[in-house]
Structure formats: C-alpha cells, structure tokens
C-alpha cells in the first residue's frame, strides 16, 4: 500500500513536495481538504504515509501541523524536505484585463497571505481576504466563480491546473522564501535521493517552570556537541503560559548523544516525546521536476 496522502487538491505547494518526496511512479497520491485530514489518515492507518507544511522561511511555524501532532495523533516523523515557494496572483482568464480596483477578494491559504502581506498593502489595500486550506483550493474557487471578480495567491501549478491568468509572479514579501515539510507515516526511504542531512525531533514538556528550566533542557544537548536546529514553543492550551517545545537536533553519528540527553531531562522531570529520527532532502538536490500535468483535474 503505497498510498500518500497530503494537503491537496492538486496543485498545492505541498502537492509539489510529494511529487518530489514520493514519485508518482512509486506511490499513489490521495489529497485530502485540510491539514488534520492528511495526519489522522496517516494516524488511522488509511494510507501508509503524508505529507504537510511545518514551516516557512517568512511567516514562520504551521500551527496547525504542530498543534494536530501533539494533541490529536500518535505519527512518526519520517523525512523532510525543503521547498522554494513562489507566490503568485492569479486570477479567472475572463477577468485578466479587469483593474485591480474591481477585485473583490483575494483567497489564499493563510500561509500564503501572510507572505504577501507588504505585496497586498501596496497593490491592493482595501481588499477583502478569504482563509481556505489551501493555495490550490482558492485557485479552484477562483476559477469556478468567475463571476465574482476574486484573485488566489498561490503556485503557478495551480493556475495552470484551473486555467487561471497569472496577473503577478513572485509577490511574496522576502526573496529566498522556503517551506519545510514532513513525510509522516510508515520508514521510508527515497527511491533516488540522498539526504542531505538527518535529524531527531522531540516533543519536550517541562515538569514545572522555574529559572533556567529551559536553559537545563538546553544545556543537556549543548555540553554533548548536539547542535539544536530548531525550537518551537506551542501552548499546551492547558493553561496560559505553559508550553511544549519541539526540538530538532541535528544527527550526524551523535545519536547516542541525543539519547544521553533525552535520558538526562527525563531524569529530572521532563516529559519527551520522539516524533522521528529521519533523512533531510532540499529539494534542488531531488531532481525533481515542480511541473504537473494539468490535463489531469
Ligand atoms: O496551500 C498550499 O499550497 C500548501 O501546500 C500550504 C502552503 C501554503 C503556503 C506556503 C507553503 C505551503
């Protein structure tokens, strides 16, 4: 069952990612609407495996991913990959010659309009923006409300599958703008790649707060070499003011470290959760190609 779910419908950044995470000549690609959709049918043993957004280079943590992890699945983290994300304002072909002044609404995953919020201020200040799952799902959405005057944010792939008029390319705020996503699921390798790096990801929860406790944590991966690559805090939403942290240390022949040092915060209280030990990949390195096939609908 070589089944991968991830956020569709086609045409997502994310849509991209799996393409170059999991060939389509080795694994069939099953979209679903939203975030937790793609996570609980992994959890649930629907598919064997998924992918989704985690991070990116302007607007920082996906909250979603972070949030469905802790509190609603039991998943392994299972590969990475570092994506190029180009933002662009597409709109229905009938509308292309309109004014932007006679654009209602500007749809977009939330992600995605927070990239663009300098690009929509400056050429488009007053109007209206709609929340949906996904960048693909505002182009689909554009597309089949033509009558509306809306414009999507979202990837070329996904103009080209809902035969939108790209107006703008690259209208995110910052150059070099990337998103990190995640395969979760069932171990895997790639068919063809080599990481360029592996990682640990942990779930830490401190017993109680006091001065230091994070530095504590902190200093446990620090004083063995471990380089952390990232930390994150999230509410509990338990109450305000506590959190849980993901760290991620980076793994090269260290991993006895690692675990000395998750034994270590254990030791003392701390509450950790292993989400995955995993190979990293950029994408550039993948060879893989962002184009689809937009005959397909
Ligand atoms: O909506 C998409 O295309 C996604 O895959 C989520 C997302 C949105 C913006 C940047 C990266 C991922």
């Given at each position: 069952m070589n089944e991968v779910a991830y956020?569709?419908?086609?045409?997502t950044f994310t849509y991209e990612a799996t393409q170059a995470l999991f060939p389509k000549t080795d694994f069939q690609h099953t979209p679903c609407n939203s975030i937790p959709d793609v996570l609980t049918a992994v959890d649930q043993g629907e598919v064997a495996y998924g992918v989704v957004p985690v991070e990116n280079?302007?607007?920082?943590?996906?909250n979603l991913t972070h949030d469905w992890l802790v509190h609603h699945v039991h998943v392994q983290v299972t590969g990475e990959l570092i994506y190029p994300i180009k933002q662009n304002l597409m709109i229905h072909t009938q509308n292309r010659?309109?004014?932007?002044?006679?654009?209602?609404q500007v749809l977009s995953h939330p992600q995605a309009i927070a990239q663009c919020q300098s690009y929509l201020r400056k050429h488009l200040p007053n109007i209206d923006v709609t929340y949906v799952d996904s960048t693909a799902e505002a182009a689909r959405q554009v597309a089949e409300n033509p009558e509306e005057n809306w414009v999507a944010i979202g990837p070329q792939s996904a103009g080209k599958i809902y035969h939108l008029s790209i107006?703008?390319?690259?209208?995110?705020?910052?150059?070099n703008n990337f998103t990190r996503f995640i395969a979760v699921g069932k171990p895997w390798s790639h068919p063809s790649a080599t990481p360029s790096g592996k990682k640990s990801s942990l779930l830490v929860t401190l017993p109680t707060d006091f001065p230091g406790a994070l530095y504590r944590v902190l200093s446990s991966f620090a004083k063995r070499g471990v380089n952390l690559s990232r930390i994150e805090s999230r509410p509990?939403?338990?109450?305000?003011?506590t959190y849980h942290f993901f760290i991620d240390a980076e793994q090269e022949s260290n991993e006895l470290d690692i675990i000395a040092a998750v034994d270590e915060i254990k030791a003392w209280g701390c509450q950790v959760r292993h989400l995955g030990s995993y190979p990293c990949y950029f994408f550039e390195k993948i060879g893989g190609t962002n184009r689809v096939d937009n005959r397909e609908r």
């Open positions: 956020l569709g419908p086609r045409g280079a302007i607007e920082g943590s996906v010659m309109l004014s932007p002044s006679r654009f209602t107006l703008s390319t690259d209208i995110q705020d910052y150059p509990t939403k338990r109450k305000l003011g």
